[in-house]
């Protein structure tokens, strides 16, 4: 029912945060937008209609489709996952456009599903793309079983426990990945592995050929590379979205990693909208 692998097409998908009382403008694009809101309140418009943002509410923005969403707080920040993809098989393309524009799916594994997709996005070895639309697959089922009214007896996906041995680095690197718009210390990162920071700045050097900070700074502008193409952020909401305390130093620190400003490399990459 769901498709063969090169039925979906995965164009990008992130975790992204509004501060208050920013705004994306109505715009449209060829391609499936869906919006998974952790945490926030605002407004959302989908052609013809308005909603107020809830937690744990996805919307799901079809082709050409006008849209744009605010954060209507004054204090808090509107944190959502997001993705955009296309679909191309016709059949499987008209199931996913007869799904509703807004569905709760409180107590599902859409946002575990929306960040493993996002994480292989990043990953891109020889079964990225797979694994991505067999991720893809699940998240439409459970779209589906939403829109059926199938949710009451959907109970949480359980936590994966961790393993305290050989998963020190693993935990180190989820941990920035996952917090890359925050202002990690070295601190934060020995405290993961109950280690003194000389010691553990030591040894995430040697195991990966950065010190802990390059690292995260190095994240940061991979993050901030894939927003100012994929995302309808502008460079200011980019910037905070990656942890910088203005655009002034985000400025300055991407064109020391790439050779070139915020604004010039979105106009040479940016997704055709």
Not at 251 to 257: E, G, L
């Amino acid at each position: 029912m769901f498709g063969r692998e090169n039925d979906i097409h995965v164009l990008w998908s992130s975790s992204c945060k509004y501060l208050p009382g920013s705004r994306v403008d109505e715009h449209t694009h060829d391609f499936f937008h869906y919006l998974y809101i952790l945490k926030g309140q605002g407004e959302i418009h989908i052609g013809n209609e308005t909603h107020i943002i809830h937690p744990n509410e996805i919307y799901l923005i079809p082709p050409n489709t006008v849209h744009g969403f605010y954060n209507s707080s004054e204090t808090s920040k509107l944190l959502c996952a997001e993705i955009k993809f296309d679909v191309h098989a016709p059949e499987y393309r008209r199931t996913v456009l007869e799904l509703p524009n807004v569905l709760s799916v409180k107590n599902t594994p859409i946002s575990r599903i929306l960040m493993d997709i996002y994480k292989e996005t990043r990953v891109k070895d020889h079964m990225s793309e797979t694994i991505s639309v067999l991720l893809m697959q699940e998240l439409f089922a459970y779209l589906l079983r939403a829109a059926t009214g199938g949710m009451e007896d959907a109970k949480p996906a359980p936590k994966q426990e961790t393993t305290k041995s050989g998963d020190d680095l693993s935990r180190v690197l989820d941990y920035i990945f996952e917090n890359v718009q925050n202002n990690i210390t070295l601190q934060d990162l020995a405290n993961i592995c109950c280690l003194e920071k000389t010691y553990f700045l030591k040894k995430f050097k040697t195991l990966t050929g950065y010190t802990p900070m390059a690292y995260v700074r190095k994240e940061k502008i991979k993050k901030a590379k894939e927003l100012l193409i994929y995302s309808d952020m502008n460079i200011t909401q980019i910037s905070e979205a990656v942890g910088f305390e203005s655009i002034h130093h985000f400025s300055n620190v991407f064109s020391k990693a790439t050779g070139m400003s915020p604004n010039k490399f979105k106009k040479e990459h940016m997704l055709e909208n």
